[in-house]
């Protein structure tokens, strides 16, 4: 358990904690949202400059 983490007990049930709680449970899958995310944007990038490139070539 990181020092930043809030332990979770079945008492503590604040809007706060809760929250907390949700992030920690989803943390995984918000990180592999990101990455692909990041990986889409790079191909659509790479794929507009090869366009660009030909056709300032053509």
Known sequence: MESNDL???PGST???R???AWIRRRRRLMVVSVVRGAC????TGLVGLVFWW???NL
Do not use: A, D
């Open 7 to 9: 332990p979770l007990t």
């Open 14 to 16: 604040g809007p706060i």
């Open 18 to 20: 809760r929250v907390w």
């Open 40 to 43: 889409y944007g790079v191909g």
């Open 54 to 56: 030909i056709q300032l």
